[in-house]
């Protein structure tokens, strides 16, 4: 299962649509990063939250993006899901859904709902 943001629609505030569901969020970050399929997110260090984010295509390369995408990707990502802060994170920028990675058996670990 996935996570999910706290609150639900899409709210307009001051002309500018408002991401409230993964859907949208995920909709927001593909704009803001065209060709994106997944961004993930790596382990905090030190119990503090992922500064970062990297962008990756649908066959899972690298899309290079500038720090000032990737630090406001990782942010929103954060706030809007709660992550077990020991593992790297991906979301799924179709689906919406977040995965925690690297799983103690190598596998995926699914988010609680």
């Known amino acids: 299962m996935s996570s999910s943001i706290r609150t639900a629609g899409s ?21 803001l990063a065209p060709g994106t399929r997944t961004v993930r997110l790596h382990s905090a260090a030190e119990g503090g939250v992922p500064r970062i984010a990297e962008a ?20 929103w990502i954060t706030q809007a899901f ?14 919406g859904h977040v995965i925690a990675l690297a ?3 190598g596998g995926d670990l699914p988010l609680a709902a």
């Open 103 to 105: 799983a103690a058996d």
């Open 82 to 95: 709660v992550l077990d802060r020991g593992y790297a994170h991906a979301l799924d920028l179709t689906t």
């Open 11 to 31: 709210l307009p505030r001051n002309g500018r649509l408002v991401a409230t569901t993964s859907l949208a969020l995920a909709d927001t970050l593909a704009a």
């Open 56 to 75: 990756y295509d649908v066959h899972g390369r690298h899309l290079p993006q500038p720090l000032a995408i990737r630090q406001p990707m990782a942010r």
